[in-house]
């Protein structure tokens, strides 16, 4: 989990701030006016935020799954914008031996980036691969 950017926690405080004023002004229209001009007010608040919180979800969504660029072209192959330690495709595969170690990112302008999509089966990265195991029934102890 990455920790959050400065100015991700201003939107969030931001966020409640308005959220918490927004609740205050609820309970003074039913405290100040009447229950029934409350909830009116309250249910077009409440599908306001809603219709937002749906729009900020897809947003979200579309970023999240633009394509990173390292998508698989084979069955049951790999591939990563960065390095991988440990890769296995196939069935039945044993592996008891400790992953090796993640190795480190390729250097900037070394063109690691553009590595053609694995065939199946296949392992590709844009770093470096500490171990590739594939095929059926691998035995590792």
């Known amino acids: 989990m990455t920790a959050?950017?400065?100015?991700?926690?201003?939107?969030?405080?931001a966020v409640?701030?308005?959220?918490?004023?927004?609740?205050v002004a609820l309970v003074l229209v039913v405290v100040l006016v009447d229950l029934d001009t409350?909830?009116?007010v309250a249910s077009v608040v409440g599908?306001?935020?809603?219709?937002?919180?749906?729009?900020?979800?897809?947003?979200?969504?579309?970023?999240?799954?633009?394509g990173s660029g390292a998508e698989a072209a084979g069955a049951r192959s790999v591939r990563a914008a960065?390095?991988?330690?440990?890769?296995?495709?196939?069935?039945?595969?044993?592996?008891a031996a400790r992953p090796p170690a993640v190795p480190p990112p390729p250097a900037p302008g070394s063109g690691?980036?553009?590595?053609?999509?694995?065939g199946e089966r296949g392992v590709s990265a844009g770093g470096g691969v500490g171990e590739a195991v594939t095929g059926d029934e691998n035995r590792q102890m």
């Open 4 to 13: 959050m950017s400065t100015a991700a926690k201003r939107w969030v405080w």
């Open 16 to 23: 409640a701030i308005v959220l918490a004023a927004v609740v």
């Open 38 to 40: 409350g909830d009116r």
């Open 47 to 66: 599908a306001s935020l809603a219709a937002v919180a749906l729009v900020v979800a897809s947003v979200q969504l579309a970023q999240s799954t633009a």
């Open 82 to 95: 960065g390095s991988i330690g440990r890769a296995v495709t196939g069935d039945r595969n044993r592996l």
């Open 112 to 118: 690691g980036t553009d590595t053609p999509p694995p």
